[in-house]
């Protein structure tokens, strides 16, 4: 019988087009599945089609076609221990692709068809009222600060180039308080946080060599240094491939991490909410496809 695959795509990502889809429904039929599509109508969808999914299989195969906004999405709408998903790279930046060194469709297809999997770790960000999976990572402070910035005009006019307009403010208007974090059993006071579930931040910027989204822990970076020339720094160590940890970063192994204040929060590069915030790693939340 052939094995049942609902694909939920994004029509809006970056490098999306119908002819490109119809290829890879139809590889994948040859190929012995029985392939649906489910185009995204907006942003919640992704979450409902996999919940739905879900509620119809104990063990549905999913494939994620979008950028990571949509992996994102999938993941907040999954059953947790019961899927196994794929990542079919359609969008702008594809960190989750890079993850995992998928370097076009047609591989990730290929990928699709072996189908060998391993069990993928997640991160959950719980604050007051919110709760909010993401697989990538959750930044409160200065990044979150510039994703809760960015201007929708600005977004529509300048496409990736509005999260610097953001950035540029956020430097200009600058939030000197410090936080406090706890994590692996101590407290820091720090300028900014990133849980890292994942190596890579932004595109190819690795910020945070051996983060895996295979290992049920974080790696954090922690900015303990406040002043806009230790990010410069920082921004320049992660630009020469050497990752975070440096002169006023601290970067550590955690599962659990609580982060206190009422700085900005973003996962995956969307806006959540403003701390407090508690995270933590959901170990076995799925199988990914490698
Ligand atoms: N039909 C739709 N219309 C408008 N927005 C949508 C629609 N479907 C999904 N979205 C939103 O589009 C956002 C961005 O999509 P996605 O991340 O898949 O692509 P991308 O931005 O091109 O890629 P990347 O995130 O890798 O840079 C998603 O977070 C989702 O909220």
Redesign the pocket.
């Known amino acids: 019988m052939p094995r049942s695959c609902t694909l939920i795509i ?6 999306y087009s119908a002819s490109l889809v119809d290829r890879v429904t139809a590889r994948l039929a040859a190929a012995g599945f029985s392939p649906s599509v489910l ?8 979450a409902a089609f996999a919940a739905r999914a879900c509620a119809e299989e104990d063990h549905p195969f999913i494939v994620a076609g ?8 999938v993941i907040n709408g999954l059953v947790p221990g019961r899927a196994t998903l794929a990542f079919l ?8 692709a890079r993850e995992l060194g998928i370097g076009s469709v047609d591989e990730a297809v290929r990928r699709i068809i072996r189908r060998e999997a391993r069990p993928l770790s997640v991160g959950l960000l719980e604050g007051f009222g919110v709760s909010r999976r993401f697989f990538l990572m959750a930044g409160a402070g200065f990044d979150g600060f510039v994703v809760e910035g960015v201007l929708g005009e600005e977004k529509k006019r300048f496409g ?1 180039g509005a999260y610097l307009l953001s950035a540029l403010r956020t430097l200009s208007a600058w939030d000197g308080r410090p936080m406090e974090v706890e994590a692996a059993g101590a407290r820091r006071s720090c300028h900014s946080v990133i849980v890292c579930n994942a190596a890579r931040y932004g595109g190819s910027f690795v910020l945070a060599p051996g983060a895996s989204l295979f290992e049920p822990r974080f790696r954090v970076v922690c900015v303990e240094a406040g002043r806009r020339r230790d990010y410069l720094r920082l921004a320049l160590r992660v630009a020469a491939g050497r990752g975070a940890a440096g002169a006023g970063v601290t970067v550590f192994d955690a599962d659990t991490v609580t982060i206190g204040g009422n700085k900005a929060v973003q996962v995956d ?2 806006f959540i909410c403003h701390g407090p915030v508690t995270i933590r790693s959901l170990p076995d939340f799925a199988r990914l496809v490698v």
């Open positions: 994004n029509p809006t990502s970056g490098s185009l995204t109508g907006g942003p919640d969808d992704a979008g950028g990571d906004g949509t992996m994102n999405g790279p359609l969008g702008t930046a594809n960190v989750c990736k590069g969307d």
